[in-house]
């Protein structure tokens, strides 16, 4: 068979998958300042098993918008009902949330998509790991596949073990775009063939590795046939397990979070070239890190994640952290904490990524909801559980372990709340909020969120029923604004159909920018993908100014080590396992 065929392969058309422009459920006893919170846009719940089967069980973990205006989220699935073995996938859909594209990696064995960024020529590079049969001591190794923007597959390359002492599986966790270069992160020689990342756990074992390569290497339609000669960075930590995210900042300085079983917050700084500035240092305040970004102003460093409130003790509470660190030094800014209410021995707030706004702002991307009944728990713990109660406040809705809800907050730069909304995906045919059942309050949790092209936010959102894309739309907190409204569709179709009903009334949307007035009885049909406007052009944002080096090294204080102590934060995240 012809190679550029059995790429194709690989590549399915959407028009026929089962999806909704759907509605939301918000949660009003969990939110706080929901009159403030940004709006949802479109909410689009995509099954791709029927189109893509006999591949099923998707979760999405990461996503970013292209230059067209649409969006593309990755992750894995199973290959089929009855395997554990996993299979890589991406998801093309428009601007305005309809799906119409999706890739496979189509190879046996254990693969999976952790993240992807746009190349300057529209391509996009896939980062994760996948089964290689040629590898004597291993099963998985780091993958980069090359996707055109139509989600054909133009290469993949399979990362060679390093040194010959380096041997166990590999992968790349996080890939994200320097000034001139790609930067990747990630793990060799983990020695055990588990291998989660992001909400579905983490490694057990294994060095934390991190990459970067010339944008001139990754451009071709050729793959590199040997990246160890086009590396100009490759890093190897023994005392950590991987390396969850790798930044570049204006400077060319790479901030690098480290993750170990007992240094779950690990940060260093490197100079332009690879040499270390200053770290690692391991900021135990904050739990468990999930992920690294740099701020608008490129002066501070932030990491996401989740971890015990301070001074619960050893009681098992997982409370939203956000944590900020100066740039040029690593010193802990402050570290903060957040959560949806409830009983904090049952509701975990666990939070994937953060998202640094234009204005300063941050949003943090979380799941919310009850783990599992386990015998940890105390009588009434336990029997509140069972129940779905781990929320008692006037007006909560029971809810059954291993159903979420996503939590986005919003914090002003100095990690004050402003407002956090908690939602799930409402179908269109489902009742409103007070008259809905269990069956039709389905889990949905934030694994992703990023900034959009017109000051929006997209949050990429693991399903029950498959895979998630909420927009929020950006007026009234600050955000910057669309600069031309959306055109209006032809005909007599909407370009959205968007109802949320917070307990207190439906209200509905019907275009761009969201005017929101009480539910229509009757709902004009959504506009199809080829009634969709010509995206508009959108005028990048002035580039922040290279901030000056100061002199290193420079004058410092290590944070005080962490001892070794039990930290119940791995593979234990089971609603995506």
């Not at 983990?190 to 001139?216: D, T």
Request: aromatic share 8%.
């Amino acid at each position: 068979m012809p190679k550029s065929t059995m790429k194709l392969l690989a590549v399915f058309l959407l028009g026929s998958l089962p999806s909704s422009l759907g509605d939301v459920y918000t949660y009003p006893v969990k939110s706080i300042n929901l009159e403030s919170a940004m709006k949802p846009a479109f909410y689009t719940a995509i099954d791709p098993s029927g189109t893509l089967s006999p591949i099923a069980d998707f979760h999405p973990v990461h996503g970013i918008q292209t230059q067209d205006g649409g969006f593309v989220l990755v992750g894995k699935a199973l290959h089929n009902e009855t395997t554990t073995s996993k299979t890589a996938f991406a998801v093309k859909l428009d601007m305005a949330g309809v799906p119409l594209i999706a890739w496979t990696s189509g190879t046996p064995g254990d693969n999976a998509a952790n993240a992807v960024v746009e190349l300057p020529n529209g391509d996009l590079l896939v980062a994760g790991y996948r089964y290689d049969p040629m590898m004597q001591y291993a099963k998985t190794t780091r993958c980069l596949t090359k996707l055109t923007s139509d989600l054909v597959e133009v290469w993949t390359h399979l990362f060679d073990v390093p040194p010959s002492q380096y041997q166990g599986n590999g992968a790349w966790e996080m890939i994200s775009l320097g000034i001139d270069s790609v930067i990747l992160a990630g793990l060799i020689s983990n020695p055990a063939p588990e291998m989660s990342f992001k909400s579905y756990g983490n490694v057990p074992g294994g060095h934390a590795i991190v990459e970067r390569l010339p944008l001139s290497v990754v451009m071709g339609s050729s793959k590199p046939t040997d990246h160890t000669r086009y590396s100009d960075i490759r890093k190897i930590f023994n005392t950590s397990f991987t390396s969850k995210a790798a930044r570049e900042l204006a400077d060319g300085r790479i901030a690098v979070l480290l993750y170990h079983e007992w240094q779950q917050a690990t940060v260093m700084m490197l100079s332009s070239n690879g040499s270390m500035l200053w770290g690692p240092y391991n900021y135990h305040q904050h739990g468990e890190a999930t992920d690294l970004q740099v701020s608008a102003d490129g002066a501070s460093l932030v990491l996401s994640g989740q971890g015990a409130p301070q001074n619960s003790g050893p009681v098992k509470i997982y409370s939203a952290k956000l944590t900020k660190i100066d740039a040029h030094t690593g010193m802990n800014i402050w570290t903060k904490e957040y959560t949806a209410g409830g009983t904090p021995t049952l509701i975990y707030n666990e939070c994937w990524g953060v998202v640094p706004m234009k204005n300063g702002d941050y949003v943090l991307a979380c799941g919310t909801g009850i783990e599992n009944c386990g015998s940890h728990l105390s009588a009434q713990d336990l029997a509140d559980c069972q129940q779905g109660l781990g929320d008692k406040r006037p007006g909560a809705i029971p809810r059954a372990a291993g159903v979420w809800q996503s939590l986005l907050i919003r914090t002003d730069p100095d990690g004050n709340l402003l407002w956090q909304r908690v939602d799930s995906y409402k179908d269109p045919a489902a009742p409103p909020l007070n008259a809905s059942t269990p069956a039709h309050r389905t889990s949905s949790a934030a694994e992703w969120a990023f900034e959009c092209k017109d000051g929006g936010l997209a949050v990429v959102m693991d399903e029950v029923g498959g895979v998630g894309l909420m927009k929020l739309a950006g007026f009234g907190d600050g955000s910057m604004q669309p600069t031309t409204p959306m055109p209006s569709m032809p005909g007599s179709c909407v370009p959205f159909n968007l109802q949320v009903d917070d307990g207190n009334g439906c209200e509905e949307c019907t275009s761009w920018p969201c005017v929101w007035k009480p539910c229509s009885p009757i709902q004009r049909p959504i506009c199809s993908s080829t009634d969709a406007p010509t995206p508009m052009p959108m005028t990048a944002p002035t580039p922040m100014p290279s901030m000056p080096m100061p002199p290193y090294p420079m004058p410092m204080t290590n944070p005080a080590p962490m001892p070794p102590m039990p930290m119940p934060m791995t593979n234990s995240h089971t609603r995506c396992q």
